[in-house]
Nanobody, 119 residues
Framework: QVQLVESGGGLVQAGGSLRLSCAAS????????MGWYRQAPGKVREFVAT???????TYSNSVKGRFTISRDNAKDTVYLQMITLKPEDTAVYYC?????????????WGQGTQVTVSS
């Protein structure tokens, strides 16, 4: 079972930057897609960005051009660099990892890290 621990959240003013980190309990080189999702109060969890094992990123339209996802297989860590933050980016950000097993894919989640953007 993969454990994921997020860090790097906090309070920032609009226009500022933050970098989130997601440390995995096992080598992420063996993990398939990893990603970031977020959930704002009263809203459903939504996709932010994913990155394949080979390093190909995908972004939601709302963050494209402002957020960058990356993975460091040597450190078993996935990052989300966020710039030009907006108040609507305020949410709990969750890291995810998809592990394909013989019985099918399993998705693991971290506990989340709070990002608050003030106007």
């Amino acid at each position: 079972q993969v454990q994921l621990v997020e860090s790097g959240g906090g309070l920032v003013q609009a226009g500022g930057s933050l970098r989130l980190s997601c440390a995995a309990s096992e080598t992420i080189a063996s993990i398939g897609v990893m990603g970031w999702y977020r959930q704002a109060p009263g809203k459903v969890r939504e996709f932010v960005a994913t990155i394949s094992r080979g390093g190909s990123p995908t972004y939601s339209n709302s963050v494209k051009g402002r957020f960058t996802i990356s993975r460091d297989n040597a450190k078993d860590t996935v990052y989300l660099q966020m710039i030009t933050l907006k108040p609507e980016d305020t949410a709990v950000y969750y890291c995810s990892a998809v592990v394909v097993t013989s019985t099918g894919p399993n998705t693991y989640w971290g506990q989340g890290t709070q990002v608050t953007v003030s106007s």
